[in-house]
């Protein structure tokens, strides 16, 4: 979703259920894409990445599909745990020799027990 | 692996004093690192990119008197805010990337720097 001032798009769920994570990024040149998890007061963690070379990619419990018609990316994560709670962001890697990372605005997700 | 540290994890200064920050990659040569800053609520904003001997590469709106970086070793970054104000108080995330496994970035922990 679009997030409104300062305000991060908030994703409920409950425990065991899927969730589906949404991003939207802005640049058609990018290659690379990746989706972190982020803790409160911790750094971003990588979950999973893909090239613009594919449109799906698996990892354990994790999906993530590419959708660059539109510019569009999505994190699905199976059976989700209370442990998942966190908030999720995208990142977009524009080229070039430096590996430039733009972040997307982030979700929260919460997961009921 | 891929371990990247940052020191210190939490610090409060007053209003016009300088804080410097380190970032460590502990187990891997880091060509580059990246200063991110980061806002309750909000996203990470990349600030500088930094190549081990040569000076950083700020983006645009970063006044880089004021955030100094240097990068002297393959393993250290510091950044150094000068003459703090408390509209600098923010969450600083470095992060480095692997000289052999170039494409991934290794996040540190982050610091919360409180200006008062």
Not at chain 1, 26 to 48: H, L, M, R, T, V
Not at chain 1, 88 to 107: H, I, R, V, W
Not at chain 2, 28 to 38: L, S
Not at chain 2, 78 to 100: G, K, M, W
Request: aromatic letters at 10%; glycine letters at 8%.
């Amino acid at each position: 979703g679009e997030s409104v001032g300062l305000h991060l798009p908030t994703l409920s769920v409950q425990e065991g259920d899927n969730s589906i994570i949404n991003c939207a990024y802005s640049n058609s040149a990018s290659d690379y894409f990746i989706w972190y998890k982020q803790e409160s007061g911790k750094g971003p963690q990588f979950i999973i990445d893909i090239r613009s070379n594919m449109d799906k990619r698996q990892g354990q419990r994790v999906t993530v599909l590419l959708n660059k018609t539109v510019k569009h990316l999505s994190l699905q994560i199976a059976a989700t745990q209370p442990g998942d709670s966190a908030v999720y962001f995208c990142a977009e890697n524009l080229g070039g020799s430096n590996y430039k990372l733009t972040f997307g605005k982030g979700t929260l997700l919460t997961v009921n027990p | 692996g891929a371990v990247v540290s940052q020191h210190p994890s939490r610090v409060i200064c007053k209003s016009g004093t300088s804080v410097k920050i380190e970032c460590r990659s502990l187990d891997f040569q880091a060509t580059t690192m990246f200063w991110y800053r980061q806002f309750p609520k909000q996203s990470l904003m990349l600030m500088a990119t930094s190549n081990e001997g040569s000076k950083a590469t700020y983006e645009q709106g970063v006044e880089k008197d004021k955030f100094l970086i240097n990068h002297a070793s393959l393993t250290l970054s510091t950044l150094t805010v000068t003459s703090a104000h408390p509209e600098d108080s923010s969450f600083y995330i470095c992060s480095a990337r692997d000289r052999v496994v170039y494409n991934e970035q290794f996040f540190g922990p982050g610091t919360r720097l409180t200006v008062l």
